[in-house]
């Protein structure tokens, strides 16, 4: 199994700040936020009534699934880790989105808190429902 990470990248949100930061210390950053991103151009990747983004359309895409398929190859050499600026990973289309596709394909994804917490799927779901650690596990 594969591990993928979501982690909140603080302050730091601009592409290519980010990529000059990461160079120094020896990380390498590829943008995806274009195939990957919550707020595609594309306008049937949104709900015609709330004009809110449809997940599930963004899915079926050509274009996300190519980015998705990126990840699942880089996996198999690197460590990726998928970035974000939300602190809660339960509202945060890198989740929703991009982690249930990654899911589906049994990545194990792992969040990193705003505290440095790590936490699990399941951490993350038991907290969003107020069930304790130690109460039921999933798949239900």
């Known amino acids: 199994m594969y591990e993928v990470i979501l982690v909140v990248p603080g302050p730091y949100t601009n592409p290519h700040d980010l990529e000059q930061i990461l160079k120094v210390v020896g990380i390498q950053y590829l943008y995806l936020g ?22 599930q359309s963004m899915q079926s895409k050509e274009s996300f699934q190519h980015g998705i398929s990126r990840l699942l190859e880089g996996l198999k050499k690197y460590r990726i880790c998928v970035m974000c600026a ?8 890198r ?18 808190r705003g505290s440095g917490q790590i936490q699990t799927y399941e951490e993350l779901w038991k907290e969003r429902a107020g069930v304790g650690i130690n109460q039921l596990s999933l798949p239900l």
């Open 34 to 55: 274009d195939v990957l991103g919550g707020r595609p151009g594309d306008p049937d990747c949104y709900n015609p009534q709330t004009g809110k983004p449809d997940y």
């Open 86 to 93: 939300e602190e809660d990973p339960s509202s945060c289309h």
């Open 95 to 112: 989740n929703l989105l991009v982690g249930e596709s990654l899911r589906r394909e049994g990545v194990q994804i792992l969040h990193i």
